[in-house]
């Protein structure tokens, strides 16, 4: 059973750099045909998909989010990690990884984590 476990960095403040690295366990970060994403629910807001970061490194943003975001990984870790850069309080929501096979399912999720930016 595949478990993730997301970093928990609570307060960012405006214009800086949003951290969070997901932790897994279980299963590999490059067993085939696995998707590693990162996903996100403001207050009051349903679900937003982020991106990936696929079994061979490869990664795929959301359009809305693209020019701020990355994504990478630490094999040797067995860890993922996201990167969304120049965060304002629209950027506040709880944070989830989550993987499965194929792009678009979520078999395995974290318990997600709270961000909130503020000054």
């Known amino acids: 059973q595949v478990q993730l476990q997301e970093s928990a960095p609570g307060l960012v403040k405006p214009s800086q750099t949003l951290s969070l690295t997901c932790t897994v366990s279980?299963?590999?970060?490059?067993?085939?045909?696995?998707?590693w994403s990162w996903i996100r629910q403001p207050p009051g807001k349903g679900l937003e998909w982020i991106g990936y970061?696929?079994?061979?490194?490869?990664?795929y943003y959301s359009p809305s989010l693209k020019s701020r975001t990355s994504i990478s990984r630490d094999t040797s870790k067995n860890q993922f990690t996201l990167q969304l850069s120049s965060v304002t309080p629209e950027d506040t929501a709880v944070y989830y990884c989550?993987?499965?096979?194929?792009?678009?399912?979520?078999?395995?999720w974290g318990q997600g984590t709270q961000v909130t930016v503020s000054s």
């Open positions: 989550a993987s499965g096979v194929g792009s678009s399912t979520m078999d395995y």
């Open positions: 279980g299963g590999s970060i490059t067993t085939n045909y696995y998707y």
């Open positions: 970061i696929d079994y061979s490194g490869s990664t």
